[in-house]
């Protein structure tokens, strides 16, 4: 049996996350929204909405440009968390989800800095990475079979996907119906070893998305 956790990152949009939330509310199922601090500036009420039907919303740095593992200017990873946690403000987890980026989906040390590694750990974060990632941006039809493929791959799978217009999201009910129908069993909380960081306190390996100073 394949159990599937959803999260839609680099949101909220006007249009997409309505449509989103719709689908999700549709199913029944709850899913985690990992923000950008720029984004929710003047879109709060779009994560206000996701809140209170019961999704949870997750901190994605502000600006999202540079990794922070790669932005060497001193301050800046700091900023990039803290500045988006303040927009969240009172709708964050008691959990404090915080989602790291890098390139293509990679899980490697382009995602966080020393500096990002203490402000997390300072701020009491639980770091949330993924395991699956069909690629929803670069196949906006495509990534419903090769989600399929890569979920039921694995006993638990933490999806990625994006809330974002390139059509991709269309397709959600679909993938939805598609994996119930296979047998898959959905879960809001995150499978254990894609959470390096519980709270602030490392509860698995760091190393590999970390970035040592040279
Ligand atoms: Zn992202």
């Not at 593992?69 to 968390?81: D, K, P, T, V, Y």
């Not at 382009?110 to 069909?134: D, H």
């Not at 069993?185 to 040279?214: H, K, S, T």
């Amino acid at each position: 049996m394949t159990t599937i956790t959803l999260s839609f990152d680099n949101g909220p949009d006007p249009d997409v996350t309505p449509q989103v939330l719709n689908t999700l509310r549709r199913h029944d199922l709850r899913a985690t929204f990992f923000v950008l601090g720029d984004k929710l500036r003047d879109r709060r009420a779009l994560a206000e909405r996701a809140h209170a039907e019961g999704h949870w919303i997750g901190n994605h740095t502000y600006n999202h440009l540079v990794p922070l593992g790669l932005s060497a200017e001193r301050g800046i990873a700091a900023s990039e968390i803290t500045r988006t946690e303040a927009l969240i403000g009172d709708l964050a987890h008691e959990r404090r989800f915080f989602r790291p980026f890098g390139g293509g989906g990679l899980l490697d040390q382009r995602l966080l800095s020393p500096e990002a590694l203490e402000q997390l750990q300072q701020g009491g974060y639980t770091c949330v990475l993924w395991n699956t990632i069909p690629e929803d941006w670069a196949y906006p039809e495509g990534w419903v079979e090769r989600a399929l493929r890569l979920s039921f791959a694995r006993e638990h799978a933490l999806i990625v996907l994006h809330d974002l217009p390139t059509g991709a999201m269309d397709r959600l009910d679909h993938f939805l119906h598609a994996a119930k129908d296979r047998g898959a069993v959905f879960r809001q909380d995150f499978p254990a070893d894609c959470v390096p960081m519980e709270r602030g306190r490392l509860v698995g390996p760091i190393e590999p998305y970390l970035q040592r100073a040279a």
